[in-house]
């Protein structure tokens, strides 16, 4: 069975920082490129970040680009989201979810983790 | 900006009824590379569709995508009680993004 389980949400002041995890299991992770996606209380989906699968390819969102960094560890089978100068507007469930193939990190998501929350309040 | 934009907004069907979801794009997908998610209440995103008109595994066949360029449909030919949910489209041409959703309520 596939599963993507992330964790290492919480609460952090504004102009915090924080990391994310997405363990994986049930799959080869080296085939799949990996992604990140937020959805604020009542909104949307946000695509944020996408890596391929040996991370040559790493792409972000403007609304996060130089404040967060995707890796993956593939000897772990992990994905990990670096979050940094956290703003209230980064408050949201983050959920990672595998793209089914590795050298192009853009594509559809096939498999999506329950979530972590993410709250930025003082 | 690469920008989806879904109409309506929300959708107000009976069960038994027809679903059409339109996701228009502010440009030409390339390749076509348009997904649909299905999200429930409290629920992760599901994949629906990709390429426009694949349906994922485990779909059933009363959900239907089509079109190509800048305008995509995705279509439910008899709406079940578990369809009443949110849906998006996603591009991931040469850039990713989502549409803005649709509701489908009862």
């Known amino acids: 069975e596939v599963r993507l389980v992330e964790s290492g949400g919480g609460l952090v002041k504004p102009g915090g920082s924080l990391r994310l995890s997405c363990a994986t299991s049930?799959?080869?992770?080296?085939?799949?490129?990996m992604n990140w996606v937020r959805q604020a209380p009542g909104k949307g989906l946000e695509w944020i970040s996408s890596v391929s699968s040996t991370s040559i390819y790493k792409h972000y969102a403007d609304s996060v680009k130089g404040r967060f960094t995707v890796s993956r560890d593939n000897a772990k089978n992990s994905l990990y989201l670096q979050m940094s100068s956290l703003r209230a507007e980064d408050t949201a469930v983050y959920y990672c979810a595998t793209t089914p193939h590795g050298y192009r990190a853009l594509g559809f998501m096939d498999v999506w983790g329950k979530g972590t929350t993410v709250t930025v309040s003082s | 900006e690469f920008v989806l934009t879904q109409s309506p907004g929300t959708l107000s069907l009976s069960p038994g009824e027809r679903a059409t979801l339109s996701c228009r794009a502010s440009q030409s997908v390339s390749r076509s590379y348009l997904a649909w998610y299905q999200q429930k209440p409290g629920q992760a995103p599901r994949l629906l569709i990709y390429?426009?008109?694949n349906r994922a595994t485990g779909i059933p066949d009363r959900f239907s995508g089509s079109g190509s360029g800048t305008d995509f449909t995705l279509t439910i030919t008899r709406l079940e009680p578990e369809d009443f949910a949110v849906y998006y489209c996603?591009?991931?041409?040469?850039?990713?993004?989502f549409g803005g959703g649709t509701k489908v309520e009862i």
């Open positions: 390429g426009a008109s």
């Open positions: 996603q591009q991931y041409g040469d850039w990713l993004a």
């Open positions: 049930g799959f080869t992770f080296t085939n799949y490129s």
